[in-house]
């Protein structure tokens, strides 16, 4: 199956949203042809995923408008489309959505966008029309992983439980990727 994840943040970014779609890209891409479309211009590589970054230094329309082109010109190609919270992608995803019919998953994670839109009601209207548009919603906290620190005994009861995180959101996502196919 070809997954688009479209991201406002991917690594080097290292807010937390940034790490969360890296590792579910990776995750992915064991199983599906993973893409991730975000901002900058020099993403992170991650194995067996391709990266497709629009440069954050145009003016915003701009930076909206090629974001919006790029995710359309993806979106025909894509089995499943995860669209990561965030102001700057949630408006070109509800342009595509509106104006070619795109389907998604909305996945709400970010916290930091989450306390934006809470301040600006033009992002809460364009959240608002996205999560309804949305076929599928995924909720809940990012799982966090364990800090390994040099000279000190491995966290491996922490690393368990990050990994049983994983392989439990894994399934969510997996399961809502199936009403795609």
Same mark, same amino acid.
């Given at each position: ?6 991201? !406002?943040?991917? #690594?080097?970014? *290292?807010? #937390?949203? @940034?790490?969360?779609? /890296?590792?579910?890209?990776?995750? =992915? &891409?064991?199983?599906?042809? +993973? ?7 020099? !993403?992170? !590589?991650?194995?067996?995923?391709? *990266? *497709? ?6 003016? =915003? ?7 919006? /082109?790029?995710?359309? %010109?993806?979106?025909?190609? &894509?089995? $499943?489309? *995860?669209?990561?919270?965030? !102001?700057? +992608?949630?408006?070109? +995803?509800?342009?595509? @959505? ?14 930091? @966008? /989450? ?20 076929s599928a919603h995924l ?16 966290? %491996?009861?922490? /690393? $368990? ?9 894994? @399934? ?8 795609? &196919?």
């Amino acid at each position: 199956m070809k997954v688009l994840i479209c991201t !406002p943040l991917y #690594p080097p970014d *290292i807010e #937390p949203c @940034a790490l969360y779609t /890296q590792e579910l890209a990776r995750r =992915l &891409a064991e199983t599906h042809e +993973v893409t991730v479309l975000t901002y900058g211009l020099l !993403p992170e !590589p991650t194995e067996r995923v391709q *990266i *497709i970054g629009v440069n954050k230094e145009y003016v =915003l329309p701009v930076r909206l408008a090629r974001y919006a /082109q790029k995710l359309f %010109t993806l979106s025909r190609g &894509a089995d $499943a489309i *995860i669209v990561e919270n965030g !102001p700057s +992608v949630e408006f070109p +995803v509800l342009l595509v @959505a509106l104006f070619f019919g795109m389907r998604s998953i909305f996945h709400e994670s970010d916290v930091r @966008a /989450q306390t934006v839109r809470e301040r600006n009601p033009v992002h809460t209207f364009v959240h608002t029309l996205v999560r309804e548009r949305s076929s599928a919603h995924l909720f809940g906290k990012l799982p966090e992983r364990p800090e390994i620190m040099p000279f000190e005994e491995p966290p %491996t009861s922490l /690393q $368990a439980v990050y990994e049983s995180e994983w392989t439990t959101h894994l @399934a969510e996502v997996n399961g809502l990727l199936k009403t795609y &196919a």
